[in-house]
């Protein structure tokens, strides 16, 4: 009788978006997995269960190492050594990099992140990527969702198995569609925003890389191998977690599906939102890049939206369980109401934003007026990062969702 490998964790905390994304694509694969929370890391989950592998999504790299604490960084740390396997996406990968001044991070290698005035600050969409996994090299297209990139440690090699090679037909710098760009007018587009924005830096930089701690292993990916009708990436994760055929993630439609749950108070947040978001696409700073991810106006907050468009989808999308029920019972009328807040004072800073637009660009890290800048804050918190009147929202809805999708809450570990 064969052996089947113990099935993989997959750490919840700070991923939101990327950890409902990751827990679609292992469904796809018929991939079982146990999802944890930072908390049951620190107490020594890892080492009780001894999972095959050990997943962490994509987020905040500083949010996550917080969440764990000293303590859950040991656990993982532990758990790899001991023989485990770590793998982790774009902020998962993050996580695994060397400690920086004041973040605190795994360090399974000397690697870091490269400085943000020597790399493309803010690209997405599909890379042609050299990849050689176990095998000769070879073209794949692979998305990459706002990821960082790594700075090698020329003392401490690491396997690469991926680089980037060239921009894919959905490729964006900042808000920039790169097919329409021609070359002559890159210098003019970078004087204007003041960024680095030509995919040509990225050229032969590694993007997936694997390497031993201990008895352990570790795989650092920044492309986003789990990504909805990514084929040749999915058929790339599938390989990561040893399972021989291949799959495709299908795509996700936030449109599509009647809910699971009906909640009254999750069907207003819905309605909501939506009527934000088309606000904000009547207005020319959002619209719908993929049936689950909205694409925005440079500086325009649109991540957090599609965070909470996709939170509110997954709650309504997911069985009920008696805990999410109770917790739900003393907090989703709060929620709502705070949703309904939030959404009437987004559309006024979103009509605010256009018209500085008009004049002046605004940026991920601050809006172009002072004013501005400050409801930009109460609403969605200080960058990088997140906290404001979202924060909340986005905390209950993490918090509900958790509940319905693990055995802890009663629910299943597949939404």
């Known amino acids: 009788m064969r052996n089947t490998p113990p099935s993989p ?15 679609r694509a ?30 962490v999504p994509g987020g905040w790299a500083k949010l996550k190492s917080l969440a764990l604490g000293e303590d859950g960084r040991e656990a993982i740390r532990e758990y790899v ?10 902020g998962g990968a993050g996580l695994g990099l060397a400690s920086e001044p004041g973040i605190p991070l795994l360090d399974l290698c000397s690697w870091s992140r490269k400085p943000a005035t ?15 996994l176990d095998g000769p090299l070879h073209q794949e297209r692979l ?29 964006w710098s900042a808000d920039l569609d790169w097919s329409a760009v021609a070359p002559t007018e890159v210098g003019r587009w970078e004087e204007f925003y003041g960024i680095n924005l030509d995919p040509g830096l990225l050229r032969g930089d590694p993007c997936i890389v694997r390497g031993r701690y201990g008895r352990g292993s570790f795989i650092l990916s920044y492309p ?16 990561l977690l040893g399972r021989s055929r291949s799959a495709t993630v299908p795509e996700w439609n936030l449109d599509f599906q009647a809910p699971v749950w009906d909640d009254p108070a999750l069907g207003r ?32 907050p649109g991540s957090p939206l599609t965070f909470l468009a996709t939170m509110v989808w997954q709650a309504r999308h997911s069985p009920a369980s008696e805990q999410a029920r109770a917790f739900w019972a003393t907090q989703g009328a709060h929620c709502m ?27 991920p890290e601050a809006s172009a007026s002072p004013e501005l800048q400050r409801r930009k804050v109460e609403l969605f918190g200080k960058f990088p990062g997140y906290g404001g009147l979202y924060g909340e929202i986005l905390g209950s809805l993490d918090r509900l969702v958790w509940l319905q999708i693990t055995p802890q809450g009663g629910g299943t570990d597949r939404p």
Not at 81 to 90: A, E
Not at 269 to 283: C, K, T, V, Y
């Open 143 to 171: 998305p990459v969702w706002w990821p960082s990139q790594f700075a090698p440690d020329p003392e401490a090699p690491l396997e690469i198995l991926a680089r980037y090679e060239s921009p894919g037909p959905d490729f």
């Open 337 to 363: 109401r705070a949703c309904q807040d939030f959404c009437g004072q987004a559309k006024t800073y979103l009509l605010l934003e256009r018209r500085i637009l008009a004049s002046s660009p605004s940026s």
């Open 26 to 55: 292992l469904h796809a694969l018929d991939v079982p997995v146990t999802v944890v929370s930072a908390e049951q890391v620190r107490s020594g989950i890892l080492s009780a269960t001894d999972p095959g592998m050990l997943l």
């Open 118 to 132: 020597q790399r493309l600050p803010n690209f997405s969409g599909h890379m042609n990527c050299m990849v050689g």
């Open 81 to 90: 050594r001991g023989g485990g396997v770590y793998l982790g996406f774009c």
């Open 224 to 239: 986003h191998l789990e990504t909805p009708n990514s084929p040749q990436a999915n058929s790339l994760l599938a390989h």
């Open 269 to 300: 947040m819905h309605s909501f939102l939506a009527e934000l978001i088309r606000f904000g696409q009547n207005h020319f700073l959002l619209f719908w890049r993929t049936p689950w991810l909205l694409g925005w106006r440079r500086g325009v």
């Open 9 to 23: 964790a997959l750490l919840w905390d700070e991923s939101h978006l990327w950890g409902i994304l990751l827990l």
